[in-house]
């Protein structure tokens, strides 16, 4: 049996937008954790990020079988439908919604975790300052402009053939960091320190911490200037 | 580095097409049964659909990210988008979405999420009606878009450069238009030059030409003088072509010549890109409907 996990996430709007533009999403509940990226030239994708995290998270359901996924399609359509839309919104919203998606489910009494991946959100397991795994990616010159995504379009299962999925043991004192792409391949590709900063500071508790290490990695480390979340799950 | 000006909706871009609305343009255009009229006003509403879905992500909120004039020459030059007047040749691409002449329903064949071939009912706003009457009187137009274009050249200093697209069947009827044409090309913002591309649409199938880089091998004198008178494609634009498929050299210009309705389509949809922050990076990448 290991301590209860402790997690701490926090997140910023790109440059120049404010938090309603955001469309990250995370959320936790008792070892469940799950992040989402809303893909931005898609309709309504924070809605979209929202109902996948919230169906791990709150609702210990996985957003990901075949039977949710429906369920979750229907109840996005019908939270962002609406016959007073103008023409040009019920348009977008005929293409549809797009998210990445990642979940992580801690056991403590086995001191394991699972994970399951789609797209370029990321989880990295470390331990004293290093990085023991990491995926759906692993390296920062894997991040590109079309990464897999988990689609609001009925029947859709092109997200399957992308699935990454990891189950593994870990020791009391090491940390999971989760993150959306921007933070994720800034992470990978970042010193010791970097990673120890987040995990035992309470830079994630605040938000104006939050916003200026995010401003220092945007300007100083390279950091892409897109939504960042990041997750800490001190284990 | 010029034509690299992040566009945002601080620093929005313009788009300003000409269409050409002679007689001519009553004939059938190659390769399709309708007129080279009402084949290009279909073009020009399904790019501005288009334009407008880069720009909303489903809610009654479109994002600014650049302005459109769309001029028409013919029997006259006229403003072709509902609303504007003399002197406001211009709207932001969230007026143009709140404004079409009317809103059409029709039926069209997509894809469903299971990989079905489906019909389904769109919306499909015009703002744009076919006209084909009068002579041919580009050089007014080019010398009506240029006041417009150094105005908004000097409100938006910082912006990426105005991308001027004229689009003709025929020969300028009233003299050579060169001169108007490199006198808006001289205008710009600290991001570059402003771009004057030219497509000509072809009456009857012959051999087209697609972002040439010379004029070597142009069919005639008027080819010449559009391609003469056509900026280089900025690098991202090159890029984004080449994401197209298309193979084209180093100082390929923003020229087509005895074009097909679906090549224009598509040139019109790279110029579009062009004026959107990651409109162009989609097409590089493979990249159609989803990104982040």
């Keep these: 049996m290991t301590a209860e996990p402790v997690v701490l996430a926090n997140s910023v709007p790109k440059p120049g937008e404010v938090d309603s533009d955001n469309e990250d999403r995370v959320a936790f509940c008792s070892g469940r954790i799950a992040m989402s990226d809303g893909a931005s030239r898609t309709a309504r994708a924070e809605v979209w990020a929202e109902l996948l995290v919230e169906s791990f998270a709150q609702d210990a359901s996985d957003p990901l079988g075949p039977a949710r996924l429906e369920l979750l399609r229907a109840e996005w359509l019908d939270r962002v439908a609406s016959p007073d839309l103008p023409w040009y919104a019920q348009s977008k919203i005929a293409d549809g919604g797009a998210a990445t998606y990642l979940s992580v489910e801690i056991d403590t009494g086995r001191a394991r975790f699972a994970a399951v991946g789609i797209g370029d959100t990321c989880l990295l397991h470390v331990r004293g300052g290093d990085i023991l795994l990491a995926g759906p990616l692993t390296r920062p010159d894997q991040f590109g402009r079309s990464p897999a995504l988990v689609s609001t379009r009925v029947g859709d299962a092109g997200h399957t053939g992308d699935r990454w999925e990891c189950t593994t043991t870990y020791k009391n004192g090491d940390a999971l960091i989760i993150a959306t792409d921007a933070a994720a391949a800034f992470l990978l590709g970042a010193p010791t320190d970097a990673l120890q900063e987040l995990i035992h500071t309470d830079v994630l508790n605040d938000s104006e911490e939050y916003s200026d290490w995010v401003n220092f990695a945007r300007s100083q480390g390279g950091m892409a200037s897109d939504d960042t979340t990041i997750c800490v799950v001190r284990l | 580095m010029a034509y690299s000006a992040e566009i945002n909706r601080r620093r929005p871009a313009l788009l300003l097409l000409m269409i050409d609305q002679s007689t001519s343009m009553e004939d059938s255009w190659a390769g399709i049964g309708a007129s080279k009229a009402e084949a290009l006003a279909e073009a020009v509403n399904k790019t501005l659909s288009n334009a407008i879905a880069l720009c909303s992500k489903g809610t009654q909120r479109v994002y600014d990210y650049f302005q459109i004039g769309v001029l028409g020459y013919g029997a006259e030059i006229s403003h072709q988008l509902p609303g504007t007047r003399l002197g406001e040749i211009i709207v932001s691409i969230g007026d143009l979405a709140r404004s079409p002449k009317r809103v059409e329903q029709r039926t069209a064949e997509t894809v469903d999420g299971a990989g079905r071939r489906v019909l389904v009912e769109q919306p499909f ?134 074009a097909d309705a679906t090549t224009v389509f598509k040139f019109l949809d790279l110029g579009t890109r062009a004026v959107t922050p990651t409109g162009l990076k989609e097409l590089t990448t493979g990249l159609q409907a989803l990104g982040q």
């Design chain 2, 125 to 258: 706003a015009v703002w744009v009606d076919p006209v084909a009457y009068g002579m041919t009187p580009m050089t007014a137009a080019f010398r009506a878009a240029e006041p417009v274009v150094a105005s908004w050249c000097s409100d938006h200093a910082d912006s990426f450069p105005p991308l001027v697209v004229n689009i003709t069947d025929g020969e300028s009827t009233d003299g050579d238009p060169t001169a108007a044409a490199e006198r808006i090309m001289s205008l710009g913002t600290n991001d570059g030059a402003a771009l004057v591309f030219n497509v000509h649409l072809s009456g009857i199938q012959q051999e087209p030409f697609a972002y040439p880089s010379s004029a070597a091998g142009l069919p005639n004198d008027n080819a010449e003088l559009l391609f003469g008178m056509s900026s280089e494609l900025p690098p991202g634009m090159f890029e984004a072509a080449r994401g197209q498929g298309l193979a084209i050299d180093t100082g390929a210009r923003g020229f087509l010549y005895n």
